[in-house]
């Protein structure tokens, strides 16, 4: 039987599939590269253009192959996007999931992992690691999206035949250690993928979004994880669910929190050279300070993380930013569904 990967020609799908065919298992794959590249799916894996809305494409899907779980990654990931344009947030992360989830159903697939963020807990009453029982009190709808997608996972496993492991990611960073993967969206947002083009002398100047925060140097803190680490949670549970354990969720992150100034610094040194720095106002939606206690996803998923190091990230992430431009083919498939699509 097949693992459905949406959106695995995305950042972290993409790796989710390295990891699966390394662990032996047979990948199908469904993107509408919205965001993501057809060339960034490995080889092996069956690729299917398209929405996971499609009820019709989901239907062929599951008729051409025998599909035991979905991992779904499949979504719109830009906060300040969110803000601007929350009802299309709303479709692509909600309304979206609710039909792959209800395909699922029909279909008979049991078992379902899904990316959620930790977004869902918004701003943390006090500067400490936030577990699963922290009040969920999203402060974008990027972050209502995605916790409304968790309810619904939780209402439909009560009532069908289904199971699931809700991942809350925390920031999602670094480039695979094999050299396979790594993050390539186009106008990304995310600060090291940024600070990997400033220091690449790709973007002129990088901005530092707010410089007031009740935080060690007064910018944003946040759990940066290497991506490697966060598909290895994603196989734990797999693993978990096919042992026959029951629904969960689980946060993903070190535990260890770092600025935009350190994360910033430790560019600079994987680089060798400084890059242009400016100081603006905070970001809306942003939170001063997030850091997970992940200790659920290690008792109950039996999670390793073997990264945890900013340095390696870094300089996982400077590396693929520079072998970019040979890596990337010419990605016509994705190009003309851009255009026709208007993302
Ligand atoms: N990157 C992070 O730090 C982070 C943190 C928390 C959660 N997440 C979640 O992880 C998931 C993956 O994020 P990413 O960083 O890899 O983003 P990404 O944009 O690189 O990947 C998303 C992929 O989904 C595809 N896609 C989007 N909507 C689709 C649809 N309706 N049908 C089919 N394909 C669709 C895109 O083309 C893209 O390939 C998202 O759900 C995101 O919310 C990411
Ligand atoms: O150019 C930039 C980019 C970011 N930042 C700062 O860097 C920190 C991290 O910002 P990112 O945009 O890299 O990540 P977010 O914490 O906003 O959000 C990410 O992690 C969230 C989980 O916390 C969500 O899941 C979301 O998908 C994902 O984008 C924040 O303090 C932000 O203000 C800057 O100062 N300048």
Redesign the pocket.
């Known amino acids: 039987m097949a693992i459905l990967v949406?959106?695995?020609?995305?950042?972290?799908?993409s790796h989710m599939v390295w990891a699966l065919l390394d662990a032996g298992e047979d990948v199908v794959v469904?993107?509408?590269?919205?965001?993501?590249f057809r060339w960034a799916v490995a080889p092996k894996a069956r690729f299917y253009l398209?929405?996971?809305?499609d009820k019709d494409l989901l239907s062929q899907i599951f008729v051409e192959n025998s599909i035991e779980a979905i991992v779904h990654?499949?979504?719109?990931?830009v906060v300040p996007d969110s803000v601007s344009a929350p009802l299309e947030y709303y479709e692509?992360?909600t309304c979206?999931t609710r039909r792959l989830i209800a395909a699922a159903v029909e279909a008979g697939i049991d078992k379902i992992i899904f990316?959620?963020?930790?977004?869902v807990y918004g701003t943390p009453d006090v500067a400490l690691p936030v577990t699963e029982d922290t009040p969920l009190r999203p402060e974008n709808p990027?972050g209502q999206s995605?916790l409304m997608s968790e309810v619904m996972l939780r209402d439909a496993s009560a009532a069908h035949d289904l199971r699931h492991v809700v991942l809350r990611?925390?920031?999602?960073?670094g480039a695979d250690i094999a050299g396979r993967a790594g993050?390539s969206?186009l106008g990304a947002t995310?600060l090291l993928k940024v600070a990997c083009e400033a220091a690449l002398g790709k973007r002129k100047t990088l901005s530092v979004w707010g410089t007031d925060y009740d935080t060690h140097d007064g910018t944003g803190v946040r759990d940066y994880i290497h991506v490697n680490d966060l598909v290895d949670a994603h196989l734990a549970a797999l693993t978990y669910l096919r042992e026959g354990g029951p629904s969960m969720t689980a946060n993903c992150g070190y535990g260890v929190g770092y600025s935009v100034l350190d994360v910033l610094r430790a560019v600079r040194q994987a680089c060798g050279h400084p890059f242009a720095i400016e100081y603006g106002p905070r970001r809306p939606g942003d939170a001063a300070y997030i850091v997970a206690d992940s200790s659920r996803a290690r008792a109950l998923l039996g999670w390793k993380p073997r990264y945890n190091d900013l340095r390696l990230i870094v300089e996982s992430a400077l590396d693929w930013e520079r072998r970019l431009k040979e890596v990337a083919t010419p990605d016509l498939e994705g190009l003309r569904q851009r255009l026709a699509s208007g993302f």
Do not use: C, E, M
Not at 6 to 13: L, P, Q
Not at 169 to 173: D, E, G, P, S
């Open positions: 949406t959106g695995g020609a995305g950042y972290i799908g469904v993107d509408r590269l919205s965001t993501g398209g929405d996971i809305g990654f499949a979504g719109s990931i692509n992360n979206n990316s959620s963020t930790a977004a990027y995605k990611y925390f920031n999602v960073a993050q969206s995310h």
